[in-house]
């Protein structure tokens, strides 16, 4: 396991992918690389691992493998890459949408409210324009409520919307602890955590573009895997599971997929006592007809 990120569902999503020892596999997410490397353990001299991550700092950690070629890209383009590096199509893809623990335990990339005074950032790719920073201080009131309602599923979302607007006012939201003191009116008592979770969630999703790249990627997944190919990807909230459930069973009726496992496939209660983030984890797998 690495120290960057300690990988969620890690033995049941590789096995999930079936891995020949001789094919081509994506892993669409490398984040911490723990996915990646397991698959890798698996592949013989000749099998060949294709690595998608928006973060440089990810792809850094990457292995010295010559089976292993990296993408600095958005997974929504998982069919273009695939044909731009010479596979008419894959063996497996796999996808795990959490957000890294690095991500979260990196102050300075401002995607936790466990720091007080870090930089409202939040970007994936620290080449895009779009911070949380610039949504929280050049949003409309609107636009706000539209995106805590939908991306958080926050409650009292135009209550929240116009404290960020009454709070810029007075000066620009650039860091947590200027969000927190604008918001904390509406922070209900003893479950302050909770609801700046979903705060923090929803502004990170629209900085990223996460359901629209997710939305393409299920898309082009479905392009890029060959015959008898799986298709596992791992979701943490309602919202990205709602789009992976409805790819697959969109798939299924168009009889280009069958659903390998019928239900999503759980963590461990041994897991999620180890890593609390796996607590949410869910596993879809679906197979290529």
Request: hydrophobic fraction near 40%; proline fraction near 3%.
């Amino acid at each position: 396991m690495s120290a960057y990120h300690t990988p969620v569902l890690l033995e049941e999503s590789i096995t999930a992918l079936a891995i020949r020892e001789d094919g081509v596999y994506v892993d669409a997410t490398f984040g911490g690389g723990g996915h990646s490397r397991e698959i890798l353990n698996r592949l013989g001299p000749k099998g060949r691992l294709i690595a998608f991550d928006r973060d440089e700092e990810a792809l850094a950690n990457a292995p010295d493998d010559g089976r292993l070629t990296l993408v600095h890209g958005d997974f929504r383009f998982v069919h273009n890459f695939v044909k731009y590096h010479g596979c008419a199509s894959v063996d497996g893809i796999l996808a795990d949408l959490g957000v890294s623990s690095h991500q979260f335990d990196t102050a300075e990339r401002g995607f936790s409210f466990r720091f007080e005074d870090a930089p409202l950032d939040m970007r994936m790719n620290h080449h895009a324009q779009l911070s949380a920073s610039d949504i929280v201080n050049s949003y409309s009131g609107e636009d706000l409520e539209r995106i805590f309602r939908l991306y958080g599923e926050v409650e009292n979302s135009r209550r929240l919307a116009e404290l960020i607007v009454s709070g810029r006012e007075r000066s620009p939201l650039k860091t947590t602890q200027d969000l927190g003191r604008a918001i904390a009116p509406v922070l209900p008592k003893f479950l302050e955590h909770k609801y700046l979770a979903k705060v923090y969630q929803a502004l990170r999703i629209e900085v990223n573009g996460e359901m629209t790249s997710l939305e393409g990627f299920m898309k082009g997944a479905m392009r890029a895997l060959g015959q008898g190919a799986r298709l596992a990807v791992i979701t943490y909230h309602s919202l990205e599971d709602r789009i992976v459930k409805n790819a697959i069973r969109e798939g299924c009726q168009q009889k280009l997929l069958t659903r390998v496992a019928k239900k999503p496939i759980l963590p461990s209660e041994e897991e999620i006592s180890l890593n609390t983030r796996a607590r949410s984890a869910k596993l879809r797998v679906a197979e290529r007809l």
